[in-house]
């Protein structure tokens, strides 16, 4: 391998499958410590690949926003302006880590040599006609895992270990408190994931009376903001989170006691950070879709299963650091 090479790693979203792939993009700079790694990222999740270390730079697109006004000249312009730095940057390897049509089209304006999942090992196999090469990985595999593996089946390594995210929490947030806290994490994409808020109310009172923790209740959009300003009003201790970014989010995960939360992006980032973490699942397999259990980190719950207050809290005194 050459004194540097450019390496494009192209997935683009969602929050947890981009924390999904810290520990590959780990493992790779360990043997490869001369790799110039770029990451191509959708723009409201960028901030989540400039947090890992071994990331040189972050280009953005916004599919997301771009498909809504298709039409608008502006659009086409910053598509144009994406497609012209990908083209323009020399790249020696672009691996497409996701495997779909979304990710694999603008991974393909690079005009560099492009690889990524073959047919049986994605969702999408028309994805893999625009590969010049593929690798079977397992699907039955978890996702961080299957990305270990298809980074080191294209650099010629073998996985070791268990994964390592290697991304360090961010600053403290200025607007919290002194104190331990722990952070309830209630929000999520659909209602069937989410936890009752009598179940919440319940830990809550548990966590203040047996350790005395302040309770931090972040939120994301309106509903989850008023549902956080119920479950405050619920509990002692409780403080709903001002509006965060994710690298304030870092922040506050990274610094907490503990961190108990449904299916949601932030909990795989409270995993990466190595706290006592409780992941609580109603509607999805956490064989899945779940954090990485560590002595710090473990699942709860199933489709169809809804865990008990009891069960949540002994499973979070379970966790290192929580003793």
Same mark, same amino acid.
């Given at each position: 391998?050459?004194?540097?090479?450019?390496?494009?790693?192209?997935?683009?979203?969602?929050?947890?499958?981009?924390?999904?792939?810290?520990?590959?993009i780990?493992?790779?700079?360990?043997?490869?410590?001369?790799?110039? !790694?770029?990451?191509?990222?959708?723009?409201?999740?960028?901030? !989540?690949?400039?947090?890992?270390?071994?990331?040189?730079?972050?280009?953005?697109l916004?599919?997301?926003?771009?498909?809504?006004?298709?039409?608008?000249?502006?659009?086409?312009?910053?598509?144009?302006?994406?497609r012209?730095?990908?083209?323009?940057?020399?790249?020696d390897?672009?691996?497409?880590?996701q495997?779909?049509?979304?990710?694999?089209?603008?991974?393909?304006?690079?005009?560099? =040599?492009?690889?990524?999942?073959?047919?049986?090992?994605?969702?999408?196999?028309?994805?893999?006609?625009?590969?010049?090469?593929?690798?079977?990985?397992?699907?039955?595999?978890?996702?961080?895992?299957?990305?270990?593996?298809?980074l080191?089946?294209?650099?010629?390594?073998?996985?070791?270990?268990?994964?390592?995210?290697g991304?360090?929490?961010?600053a403290?947030?200025?607007?919290?408190?002194?104190g331990?806290?722990?952070?309830?994490?209630?929000? *999520?994409?659909?209602?069937?994931?989410?936890?009752?808020?009598?179940?919440?109310?319940?830990?809550?009172?548990?966590?203040?009376?047996?350790?005395?923790?302040?309770?931090? !209740?972040?939120?994301?959009?309106?509903?989850?903001?008023?549902?956080a300003?119920?479950?405050?009003?619920?509990? =002692?201790?409780?403080?709903?989170?001002?509006?965060?970014?994710?690298?304030?989010?870092?922040?506050?995960?990274?610094?907490?006691?503990a961190?108990?939360?449904?299916d949601?992006?932030?909990?795989?980032?409270?995993?990466?950070l190595?706290?006592?973490?409780?992941?609580?699942?109603?509607?999805?397999?956490?064989?899945? *879709?779940g954090?990485?259990?560590?002595?710090?980190?473990?699942?709860?719950?199933?489709?169809?299963?809804?865990?008990?207050?009891?069960?949540?809290y002994?499973?979070?005194?379970?966790?290192?650091?929580?003793?």
């Amino acid at each position: 391998m050459r004194a540097m090479m450019n390496v494009l790693i192209v997935r683009t979203s969602s929050m947890g499958d981009l924390i999904h792939t810290w520990p590959a993009i780990t493992e790779l700079k360990t043997h490869y410590p001369n790799l110039r !790694i770029s990451w191509l990222a959708e723009e409201n999740f960028a901030d !989540i690949a400039r947090l890992h270390p071994a990331v040189d730079d972050v280009i953005t697109l916004a599919w997301r926003r771009w498909r809504k006004q298709l039409l608008s000249p502006a659009t086409w312009a910053e598509m144009k302006a994406v497609r012209q730095q990908l083209r323009t940057t020399p790249w020696d390897l672009v691996v497409d880590c996701q495997g779909l049509l979304k990710s694999a089209v603008p991974a393909k304006f690079s005009c560099a =040599p492009l690889t990524g999942y073959d047919r049986h090992s994605i969702r999408e196999p028309l994805a893999c006609l625009l590969y010049d090469k593929t690798h079977r990985v397992d699907w039955s595999l978890s996702a961080v895992e299957r990305c270990r593996l298809l980074l080191a089946k294209v650099f010629g390594y073998q996985p070791e270990g268990s994964p390592r995210f290697g991304v360090p929490a961010a600053a403290r947030p200025d607007w919290l408190a002194q104190g331990e806290y722990a952070v309830l994490l209630h929000a *999520t994409s659909r209602a069937s994931k989410e936890w009752p808020e009598q179940h919440w109310i319940a830990l809550g009172e548990q966590l203040v009376a047996a350790h005395g923790l302040q309770l931090i !209740i972040p939120w994301g959009n309106a509903a989850e903001q008023q549902r956080a300003e119920r479950l405050a009003a619920a509990m =002692p201790q409780a403080v709903v989170a001002p509006r965060m970014n994710l690298i304030e989010a870092c922040g506050l995960l990274g610094h907490a006691r503990a961190v108990i939360g449904v299916d949601t992006g932030l909990c795989h980032l409270a995993n990466a950070l190595n706290v006592p973490l409780v992941a609580i699942y109603t509607d999805t397999d956490p064989g899945k *879709t779940g954090v990485v259990e560590t002595p710090w980190a473990t699942n709860l719950g199933n489709i169809g299963q809804c865990p008990t207050v009891d069960a949540v809290y002994q499973a979070l005194l379970a966790r290192k650091d929580m003793q």
